[in-house]
């Protein structure tokens, strides 16, 4: 059987690894400079919902590649059914080139390069830093792929995963003229903060304010280092006329938690908005649809179909979803409800996300253990999940839980995707017990 042929697209994909939605200003920060995603959100799409699946380095990348779930489960059970759908085989047998760029100063699962046509490694040394050999990379692959006309470019960049190497002018941006506040003195006292460059994963001093808003700005010194990498990419595609004929994705594989919740790094699977919620932005050709931001839950499982459905190539079965129609606007949301899970050593997180609630449910791991209770949270009125109102809404609380577990077992089942219904029990509980019934669906009580 020919293999089928794609249309005419170029794609360039970021992963910005490690990047917190928390530190970008398109995204509600407010003091920290990131002009390129601010200008790649003003001419874009920005998905305000986009939650990982599983936000370790491996699993997203499973994801992305495989558009599958695959949760981390307590039981010694069969994988995932293997799916048949690899997105960067599916697109080499359609004709797209494919180019990796990866910054191998930072580990990374090494399945991810298996398979691209062309492989580039970034490498820090004395003469620059992995990003700028990385970008540098780019302009090379750009100048190659010239003649071609369909390729997709992943830009894979680690510059905000610690240990942080970040020029001496962001880090002044941020730490040289802090103000420190001296009750007893009748003038405040500037000082200079020192950088955490290479801040130890684990718990954190809830009371050490110092050292949390030094992480704080040392972090955000590298992201302002990584926009302008960004802005550079963008120059580059503009100095090539590329910019308004690729699709350019901006994404991250993961959040890092940086003490909101008494924990530094992928030490914890607390799935809170800092690891969960991630950036997802998108610049159509063109500019179509400038400015749009999508409201509807995403999650890495759908990359994976919208790179098909970009390159004109059927549907894989997969759990995703295709999310250009989110982006040129056609379709609300493509699903009910986001779900994440995570294992850390022997402990295991799962948790659920929908408009108006995070759910997180910690599980007992190989250890026999649990990590900590159950936890409900108010969305999007508690973005940073501080008010635990697990107690308030046991009724809800039970069927969020018996919905994520019912939506775990549903991905560990061949063929397509049947997640289980999400109601509105608290509502259903206010009818009259006769309506009440008639909105449960048969089968269920």
């Known amino acids: 059987m020919p293999s089928l042929q794609s249309e005419s697209m170029k794609v360039v994909v970021v992963n910005a690894r490690g990047l917190h939605l928390g530190y970008v200003s398109a995204c509600g920060n407010e003091w920290i400079e990131t002009p390129a995603l601010d200008r790649l959100a003003a001419e874009g799409v920005v998905f305000d919902n986009h939650v990982a699946d599983q936000p370790d380095p491996a699993g997203a990348r499973r994801a992305w590649r495989g558009g599958r779930y695959d949760f ?7 994988a995932v059914p293997e799916s048949s759908a690899d997105l960067v085989r599916l ?3 359609a004709g797209v080139v494919t180019s990796l760029i990866i910054d191998t100063d930072r580990e990374s699962p090494a399945n991810f390069s298996d398979g691209w046509d062309v492989v580039m490694e970034a490498e820090a040394d004395d003469e620059a830093t992995a990003l700028e050999y990385a970008l540098e990379g780019a302009g090379q692959a ?6 071609t006309d369909s390729w997709l470019l ?8 610690p240990p942080w190497e970040v020029p001496e002018e962001f880090l002044e941006r941020y730490l040289a003229e802090q103000v420190e506040e001296d009750e007893e003195a009748d003038e405040s006292e500037a000082v200079a903060l020192a950088p955490l460059l290479d801040p130890s994963a684990g718990p954190v001093d809830p009371h050490d304010d110092l050292t949390f808003v030094r992480l704080q700005r040392s972090y955000a010194a590298a992201v302002s280092y990584l926009d302008a990498g960004l802005d550079l990419l963008l120059k580059e595609l503009e100095e090539r006329g590329l910019l308004d004929e690729v699709l350019l994705i901006v994404t991250t594989d993961h959040g890092l938690p940086l003490g909101e919740h008494g924990v530094v790094g992928l030490c914890r699977p607390w799935l809170h908005d800092e690891l969960t919620h991630l950036p997802l932005m998108m610049r159509l050709p063109k500019g179509e649809q400038a400015g749009r931001r999508v409201l509807a839950l995403t999650q890495p499982v759908d ?3 919208t790179l098909l459905a970009a390159f004109g190539l059927p549907a894989a079965p997969v759990h995703g979803h295709d999310l250009l129609p989110l982006a040129r606007g056609p379709v609300a949301k493509v699903r009910d409800y986001a779900c ?7 402990v295991i997180e799962w948790a659920l996300r929908s408009p108006e609630w995070a759910f997180l449910l ?4 190989d250890s026999g253990e649990a990590a900590r209770s159950a936890q409900l949270y108010v969305k999007p009125d508690d973005r940073w999940e501080l008010n635990d109102v697990l107690q308030h809404h046991p009724v809800l609380s039970e069927h969020l839980e018996a919905v994520l577990r019912g939506f775990v077992e549903a991905t560990r089942r061949l063929g397509p995707l049947r997640p289980p219904e999400l109601r509105d029990v608290e509502a259903e509980a206010a009818l009259p017990a006769e309506e009440a019934t008639e909105n449960i669906p048969e089968g269920e009580s």
Request: no cysteine; proline share 13%.
């Open 72 to 78: 981390p489960h307590p039981e010694e059970r069969p």
């Open 91 to 93: 697109l080499k047998d």
């Open 142 to 147: 750009l100048e190659s792929l010239a003649e």
């Open 154 to 161: 992943w830009l894979e960049l680690a510059a905000l995963l």
């Open 303 to 305: 990359l994976a179909p």
């Open 340 to 346: 994440s899970g995570l294992r850390v050593g022997k």
């Open 362 to 365: 910690p599980l007992r791991g």
